[in-house]
């Protein structure tokens, strides 16, 4: 357990939440502040920063819950589909660092919209940046 790490806490029910799942490795409850109705975060029980610092079995073992936990969304909730988001640093904007995955139901009439237009990449730029992302 990390000090001062409010989702420590959270696992440790030193903090409360509205839990709705958990098991030996990790733990899901209400986002404070939802996107939509029902959204979770699903965390390891062990502590780390975020994706570039997590266990990779924390990681397994949070996938594995969030496809849990969509499915219950799915019977329980009636949505019609699941978005699970990580955020990696601040850049990507991480608030919280204790890795965590967003679990965010979707509703056909939800009012979430992608904040970006994706363009289509120009000629040669995939090529480039996969040149740099490949190999050892
Ligand atoms: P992120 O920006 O990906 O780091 O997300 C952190 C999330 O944690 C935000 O959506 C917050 O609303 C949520 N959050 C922060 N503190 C709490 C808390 N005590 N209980 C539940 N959710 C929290
Ligand atoms: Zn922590």
Redesign the pocket.
């Known amino acids: 357990m990390a000090e001062d790490c ?1 989702f420590c806490k ?1 696992a440790a029910g030193e ?1 409360p ?1 509205e839990t709705v799942q958990e098991d030996e490795h990790t733990l899901a ?5 939802p996107w939509t109705r029902g959204h979770a ?1 699903v965390i390891p029980r062990n502590h780390s920063r975020n994706l570039y610092e997590v266990a990779e079995d924390d990681l397994r073992h949070a996938a594995a819950a969030s496809k849990r936990l969509a499915l219950r969304m799915r019977e329980r909730l009636d949505c019609d589909g699941v978005n699970v988001l990580n ?1 990696c640093e601040p850049a990507a ?4 660092f204790h890795f ?1 995955l ?1 679990v965010i139901p979707r509703y056909d009439d939800d009012p979430l919209q992608l904040p970006i237009r994706p363009r289509q990449a120009g000629p040669d730029e995939l090529a480039r940046v996969a040149d740099q992302l490949r190999g050892g």
Request: hydrophobic share 60%; proline share 0%.
């Open positions: 409010i959270i903090v939440s409850f209400m986002d404070l502040n975060l955020a904007w991480q608030t919280v965590h967003h």
